[in-house]
DNA sequence: CTGAAAGCGCTAACAC
DNA sequence: GTGTTAGCGCTTTCAG
């Protein structure tokens, strides 16, 4: 069944067909009922190939999400799957582990399936406009920001909580809570990436409340993966360093660095108390339930479509949402008598 | 920069450029080197529409997915996407609520899509060859089998896990723990998919080592989300029946129902046991961590990739594998005195 | 408003 | 082995 038969059928010319597809508006309201009458009645479908050959472009929208074990970016791929669906686009998505290169690969992934625009879950903050001439598409940055690059604003998106206040909030909390000696967990504090960024928040936190930085309360732990928050903690309780409370950069470090503390023989939070940043679901049920600073997971997934969409339809320029990330109260946060 | 470009450049036909392109033999090794060397020169990507409408079909395999919350399933959707990709195909991805039908979506998806083959992850178990003729492409059942329909074997394929066994084996493990009162967490026992070959596998093992079956230790969740496994275990509390072990019929529902033990003033393991099936990685870091018999899914995702591609490719009948699952041992069952 | 016809870039006969 | 050519199904001028 193609769009001749259905014009054979109508008694029309293809061209007419093709202009009722494309809801033109110059067909004659006759016309445009037969045809769309013949179209239904056949089961006509339009072939996506032959569209995208003469039109040359495709209707594939990549997403590039960087970092597997992240829980919080699997939560956000469906609602982004969901949306870019119902705007009648074809999702192509690309996973990389944290050691490769997102731009690298969302280039590759344009040349090679032809994508109208790119979504990077998660990615570096320093892109500079050179690199970024590799995409030839609009992009935008879902949960994460462009804070120590070069990039004009008008020339890409972003949508992302704020992570130095966010980072800033939930240490803030731990002070107000009592907590001097506060411990911190970051992949690395200097990676130009979300992880400095709420070191920056930490270390600021402590500062306007008149704490100072320790640096031997600082763990470096070299990855995102539960296996490094684990890794994290255990090094930490090495160094017998005291401390009261720690400040964990994501939801599943914090639970594995609740399990090292255990480990250990700490109590949470009787003997340290653990806050942390993203607000997954599963954080609910842990023993103890965890205290966390929760991301708007769908407002973020949706609305990273929606501006998108927005750029390639409409040609419209960079757009930056700060959706705010709100504290969830668990049990792992002792206030100090 | 098209084929035709490419040939020009060569001083060479475009059918010979083709056949470089799709390493045909009939092609003299000198020129396939020209060619190859000016692809390689000018970037060359062939257009995939312009392939796709003269072959009349696409590169797309169909991934559909029911049950967002399955952490597991997302665990498989990262190797699955690395898989098909490596094989040069492209993956479309559909995410279904349990309450959606897989086979109408699948459907829908074929047709919207153009697919070449369709990957099930999680569906009945009980199709019938009048229902399946809705698919018109290859497709693997991917951890799941049709235990209580009554496809031809060599009408599709399938990897899973046997399901009876793996609970059957892990509701063993309990009672040579000593356990007599084993509670026990489903969906729905009758749902002719999962849950029931799972009950079964439960009641067998009872019936094997000389236990009643007692309904009052039988909870229905109505759901596989964290939310449900909680609220089965609240309601088994509220019963007042004793017991002193639990098989749940998934982690994720086993995280919760621990939580609802604990939220009743109940210890893991001291006052009841728990075991589960999955092995997801998170589930080293609980508090217990969790006994629980670890499905292999890599092995799963990527023989289910091989699999399919082999009934695209080559038109091969319907494989059935059935990867072992094996037990992790946890903090979460005790051995009775 | 409508139809005829020219491609979009590629593959696959078919000839040489 | 290699080149020529006829479409694949659709959109889009360009006439009418």
């Known amino acids: 069944m193609t769009i001749k038969d259905i014009a054979r059928q109508c008694g029309v010319g293809v061209s007419t067909v093709s202009r009722v597809l494309n809801n033109r508006p110059d ?25 995208d050959l003469v039109k040359s472009r495709s209707d594939a929208i990549g997403v590039v ?27 192509v998505l690309r996973y990389l582990s944290s050691s490769e290169d997102e731009v690298k690969a969302g280039a590759i992934l344009e040349r090679e399936k032809k994508l109208r625009g790119l979504l990077f879950l998660g990615g ?30 008008k020339d890409f998106s972003s949508v992302s909580i704020d992570d130095f206040k966010t980072a800033y909030d939930a240490v803030t909390l731990l002070i ?4 001097k000696r506060i411990a911190s967990f970051f992949d690395l504090c200097d990676d130009h990436s979300i992880s400095e960024l709420r070191y920056e928040g930490y270390c600021a936190a402590l500062k306007d409340h008149g704490l100072p930085l ?11 993966e539960m296996e490094d928050g684990y890794r994290g903690m ?7 360093t005291s401390f009261t409370a720690a400040f964990v950069e994501s939801d599943m470090m914090a639970i594995a660095a609740m399990k090292a503390l255990r480990d250990g023989g700490k109590r949470v939070p009787e003997d340290c108390s653990v806050i942390a940043i993203d607000g997954l679901a599963l954080t609910e049920y842990t023993s103890p339930t965890l205290t ?35 504290l969830r109260n668990g049990e792992s946060v002792r206030v100090l008598p």
Do not use: W
């Open 124 to 153: 570096r903050f320093n892109y500079m406009p050179e690199e970024m001439s590799l995409i030839g598409v609009p992009y935008v940055c879902c949960s994460y920001t462009n804070s120590f690059g070069t990039l004009k604003e």
């Open 176 to 179: 107000n809570a009592g907590h």
């Open 27 to 51: 067909v004659s309201e006759e016309v445009r009922q037969k045809v769309l009458a013949a179209v239904e009645a056949n089961g006509y479908i339009p072939n996506n190939s032959a569209r």
């Open 234 to 240: 255990k090094e930490l309780l090495q160094r017998g």
């Open 65 to 91: 999400v960087r970092g597997t074990g992240n829980l919080f970016f699997s939560a956000m791929i469906k609602t982004i799957s969901r949306e870019i669906d119902r705007r009648g686009y074809t999702m």
């Open 292 to 326: 966390t600073m929760v991301q708007p997971c769908d407002e973020i997934a949706e609305e990273s479509v929606r501006i998108l969409l927005d750029m390639m339809e409409n040609g419209t320029g960079g757009v930056h949402l700060r959706p705010q990330a709100h």
């Open 214 to 224: 320790e640096e031997a309360l600082v763990v470096q732990t070299g990855g995102f």
